[in-house]
């Protein structure tokens, strides 16, 4: 059997593969997708999830997020010595699945003149710049996103559904709360593919907005936790 550590590495790149790569398919020049819309966008992202929690599920438990894995942590649901290590894995599993993403997408990248477009395919930004607002909207997403996968774990379901139910949150969460900024929820999923971003040749890109990409890294550790507090008080 694979580590955890691998585990969490393919759990991860797997979400980016269906997330990053659905979001080039609807954004750049002439694939055949484009402007396939937010709807397309955030399907592929709830079956990434899904097939992300199969991949790794039985092996790490698919925390495949550090706002996840920190918030179980600060519950004691999750050991901190092994915080790191996920953390690590989560990362490198993020930049891996994007980078496959630029390469399996690599003619476009060229067709493309929007570097604002670009960029969307790696991590998110928002409609609407306004830092502290920005924050918020993540923290809300993040707070019901590990909120509910707390209570889901509660019920007794039939076995293999769990990940299914997770990708239609996934889903949920994408339309209710996407629209502000991009619905990260996940630090990995947007500063290792923003790392990406900024390292690949990726042909007539702009810069990788430094300026915002903390938001998407401490608004989802925030309400994550906050969201398993809540959980540990309730229940």
């Given at each position: 059997m694979?580590s955890?550590?691998?585990?969490?590495v393919?759990?991860?790149?797997?979400?980016?593969?269906?997330?990053?790569?659905?979001?080039?398919?609807c954004v750049l020049?002439?694939s055949?997708?484009?402007?396939?819309?937010?709807i397309v966008?955030?399907?592929?992202?709830?079956?990434?999830?899904m097939l992300?929690?199969?991949?790794?599920?039985?092996?790490?438990?698919a925390?495949?997020?550090?706002?996840?894995t920190?918030?179980?942590?600060?519950i004691?649901?999750?050991?901190?010595?092994?915080?790191?290590s996920?953390i690590l894995?989560?990362?490198?599993?993020?930049?891996?699945g994007?980078?496959?993403?630029?390469?399996?997408?690599?003619?476009?990248?060229?067709?493309?003149e929007?570097?604002?477009?670009?960029?969307?395919?790696?991590?998110?930004?928002p409609?609407?710049?306004?830092?502290p607002?920005?924050?918020?909207?993540?923290?809300?997403a993040t707070?019901?996103?590990?909120?509910?996968?707390l209570?889901?774990?509660t019920?007794?379901?039939?076995?293999?559904?769990?990940?299914?139910?997770?990708?239609?949150?996934?889903l949920?969460?994408g339309l209710?709360?996407?629209?502000?900024?991009?619905?990260?929820?996940?630090p990995?999923?947007d500063?290792?593919?923003?790392?990406a971003h900024a390292?690949?040749?990726?042909?007539?890109k702009g810069?990788s907005?430094?300026g915002?990409?903390?938001?998407?890294?401490v608004?989802?550790?925030?309400?994550?936790?906050l969201?398993a507090?809540?959980?540990?008080?309730?229940?």
């Amino acid at each position: 059997m694979i580590s955890p550590f691998l585990a969490e590495v393919i759990g991860t790149a797997c979400i980016l593969l269906f997330g990053s790569g659905v979001v080039a398919g609807c954004v750049l020049k002439d694939s055949k997708a484009e402007n396939a819309g937010w709807i397309v966008i955030t399907w592929a992202w709830g079956i990434g999830v899904m097939l992300g929690i199969y991949a790794s599920g039985n092996i790490s438990g698919a925390h495949l997020n550090p706002a996840v894995t920190i918030a179980l942590a600060t519950i004691g649901e999750f050991p901190w010595a092994s915080v790191p290590s996920y953390i690590l894995a989560q990362f490198i599993g993020a930049f891996i699945g994007s980078t496959l993403v630029w390469a399996a997408y690599y003619p476009h990248w060229e067709k493309t003149e929007d570097k604002g477009a670009k960029l969307a395919v790696f991590s998110t930004g928002p409609a609407i710049r306004n830092l502290p607002a920005n924050m918020l909207t993540e923290v809300i997403a993040t707070f019901i996103l590990v909120f509910a996968i707390l209570f889901i774990g509660t019920n007794n379901i039939a076995d293999g559904m769990n990940p299914f139910i997770i990708g239609l949150l996934i889903l949920g969460l994408g339309l209710a709360f996407g629209g502000p900024t991009g619905y990260a929820m996940n630090p990995a999923r947007d500063l290792g593919p923003r790392i990406a971003h900024a390292i690949l040749p990726i042909a007539g890109k702009g810069d990788s907005d430094w300026g915002y990409a903390w938001v998407p890294v401490v608004g989802p550790i925030i309400g994550g936790v906050l969201g398993a507090l809540t959980f540990a008080m309730i229940f």
